[in-house]
């Protein structure tokens, strides 16, 4: 069975500082793996996705995430943080041998201070 | 805009009602999923619907019963409700099923449930 685990429930970061949120997988087979961004009373939207090919996967608003596969992670960056960037973030591992069934992680909220 | 449509946005009850919350997913997708968020339990997948047929069960309490109709949108009922059944619910679809795709999912706006 699929697990992801997301280190750390709550990030806050400056205003144009890093953001790197972690984010740990365990898959018996080679996964595909997403992370999704939840702004204030909305749905999920996808971020980026990794599936096969190149492993820096680069996605909207600026965030990118590398696949390693010897460190089984897939975590998220942006170089400089902006404050629309204040949202809860989730990664996730799709199951290709159960009928591609994701699984979330916990999620990670992230503050943006000024 | 994701493609999914849930309705309705907001909804206040009270304990012991019963509600349906709806939901149409992209056009194309036959796979249909409902997940209840809160700020307690987090985000719980409740169960997945396949072109009409029941795929995965998660943690869906038996006061809770969906569907998935012929033309693919799918309804959650939620029965004898309590207190912590206030949650945002959440509809979302996919491609994949059937052996295909990645699992990618599109989620709706969510239906806001109050029971009072």
Known sequence: ?114 | DSGVTQTPKHLITATGQRVTLRCSPRSGDLSVYWYQQSLDQGLQFLIQYYNGEERAKGNILERFSAQQFPDLHSELNLSSLELGDSALYFCASSSSGGGLGTGELFFGEGSRLTVL
Not at chain 1, 33 to 48: A, D, E, I, K, R
Not at chain 1, 92 to 110: E, P
């Open chain 1, 1 to 114: 069975a699929q697990s992801v685990t997301q280190l750390g429930s709550h990030v806050s970061v400056s205003e144009g500082a890093l953001v790197l949120l972690r984010c740990n997988y365990s898959s018996s087979v080679p996964p595909y793996l997403f992370w999704y961004v939840q702004y204030p009373n909305q749905g999920l939207q996808l971020l980026l996705k990794y599936t096969t090919g190149a492993t820096l996967v680069k996605g909207i608003n600026g965030f990118e995430a590398e696949f390693k596969k010897s460190e089984t992670s897939f975590h998220l960056t942006k170089p400089s943080a902006h404050m629309s960037d204040a949202a809860e973030y989730f990664c996730a591992v799709s199951d290709r041998s159960n009928d591609y069934k994701l699984s979330f992680g916990a999620g990670t909220t992230v503050t943006v201070r000024a």
